[in-house]
C-alpha cells in the first residue's frame, strides 16, 4: 500500500497538479520522470528512491511504501533528500526520518 505524508515534499515543477501526481502513483499510472522519495525499507538507510511506475510491479505492491516526497527528475529527487535531511537535523537535532514524518 502506498502512503503518503502529512508533510509531503514536493518539487515544485508539480505543485500545480500535486493532485493528479500522487493520484497516479497510487493508481500505478505510467508517468514520464516521476520519482518519489520513501522511508527506507533496510534500518541503514534514511530514505530509498524509487522510479513512481516502478511501483505498480507485484513486488512494491505487497509493501507498505511511506512516500515522503515526489519529484520530477532522480536528480531533483536527490536534492530533496538533501533538504529533508537538513529540515530534519534544524527540527530534530537527530536524523530519525520515522518520527519526522506523520502519516495518515
Given at each position: 500500500?502506498?502512503?503518503?505524508?502529512?508533510?509531503?515534499?514536493?518539487?515544485?515543477?508539480?505543485?500545480?497538479?500535486?493532485?493528479?501526481?500522487?493520484?497516479?502513483?497510487?493508481?500505478?499510472?505510467?508517468?514520464?520522470?516521476?520519482?518519489?522519495?520513501?522511508?527506507?525499507?533496510?534500518?541503514?538507510?534514511?530514505?530509498?528512491?524509487?522510479?513512481?511506475?516502478?511501483?505498480?510491479?507485484?513486488?512494491?505492491?505487497?509493501?507498505?511504501?511511506?512516500?515522503?516526497?515526489i519529484?520530477?527528475?532522480?536528480?531533483?529527487?536527490?536534492?530533496?533528500?538533501?533538504?529533508i535531511?537538513?529540515?530534519?537535523?534544524?527540527?530534530?537535532?537527530?536524523?530519525?526520518?520515522k518520527?519526522?514524518?506523520?502519516?495518515?
Amino acid at each position: 500500500m502506498i502512503e503518503f505524508s502529512k508533510d509531503l515534499y514536493i518539487d515544485d515543477d508539480l505543485l500545480a497538479c500535486k493532485k493528479e501526481v500522487m493520484d497516479n502513483v497510487i493508481k500505478g499510472i505510467y508517468q514520464k520522470g516521476i520519482y518519489v522519495v520513501a522511508l527506507a525499507f533496510n534500518d541503514k538507510n534514511l530514505f530509498d528512491i524509487y522510479n513512481a511506475n516502478e511501483l505498480s510491479n507485484i513486488y512494491y505492491k505487497k509493501r507498505d511504501i511511506k512516500v515522503v516526497a515526489i519529484s520530477n527528475g532522480k536528480i531533483k529527487a536527490a536534492k530533496l533528500v538533501s533538504n529533508i535531511i537538513e529540515d530534519m537535523y534544524n527540527k530534530q537535532k537527530k536524523l530519525v526520518p520515522k518520527e519526522y514524518f506523520s502519516f495518515a
